[in-house]
């Protein structure tokens, strides 16, 4: 899988609302409608300092290239990650800091 | 800031095509395949209209990257808080568009992702809340090259 995109601010105060955007490269293929076999992310989770803050479930009428932009509040240390699962059980992660003032 | 009149009317035009009139879901006659969809969320839930402000093109020239903003009307506080989103297609070849799970340390009950329409449908988003009830809403996009659900 690719590298993920990340976009979120470098500081924040405590309690903040920030922004966070992020995009996969990935096909998304449902082989429904083609001879492809199928390949498909099932889940994007978004954690904050260890805790899951957002998620998605990915079904066949989920666009290629997942894109999502989900507000949270800030909270120190500010350690984000992201991870996208695979249906065939593997998956690709993202980790990003937040320097929380 | 200088406006040209042509940047002003594309722009007048871009915008209008953001308006989607709200559909209600009740008067949406849903196939037995996503009725059946719809009601597993359910769980026999009775859901309510409204609470939900739903932002996507009017007209979408691809249906297979068609963005959606959903906001639900939400305090997102510990007790009061938008816990899941589903999107649903009606004329897809499988319902399931993607389930949004939300926590309380979103600021707010907002989300933006792209979606596909295999033809111009009307989709239906459930909102599940803390307490247990659920808001639906309803939005038609059209689609000019259909999204190709491969």
Partial sequence: MSTPRIRLPESASEGEEIEIRTLLTHPMI???????????????EARMNGETVFAYDFANGSAANPTFIFFVRA????EFSFTWTHEDGQSVSAEESVRIS | MRFSRRS????AAASAALVILPIRVAALDLSDD????VNDILGGRDPREGGIELDAPAVAENGAQVPLTIR??????????VTAIHIIATANPAPG???????????????????RLAEEQEYLVLAELSDGSVLQAAAR??????GCVT
């Fill in chain 2, 34 to 37: 996503v009725a059946a969809h």
């Fill in chain 2, 97 to 115: 568009i993607g389930s949004f799970h939300l926590t309380p340390h979103l600021t707010r009950a907002e989300v933006f992702t792209r979606i």
């Fill in chain 1, 30 to 44: 449902t082989g429904v409608s083609s001879d492809d076999p199928r390949d498909m992310l099932t889940r994007f």
């Fill in chain 1, 75 to 78: 909270a120190a240390p500010g």
């Fill in chain 2, 72 to 81: 639900v009307d939400s305090p997102m506080s510990e007790h009061d808080h």
């Fill in chain 2, 141 to 146: 996009t059209a689609v000019t090259q259909g």
């Fill in chain 2, 8 to 11: 002003f009317v594309s722009g």
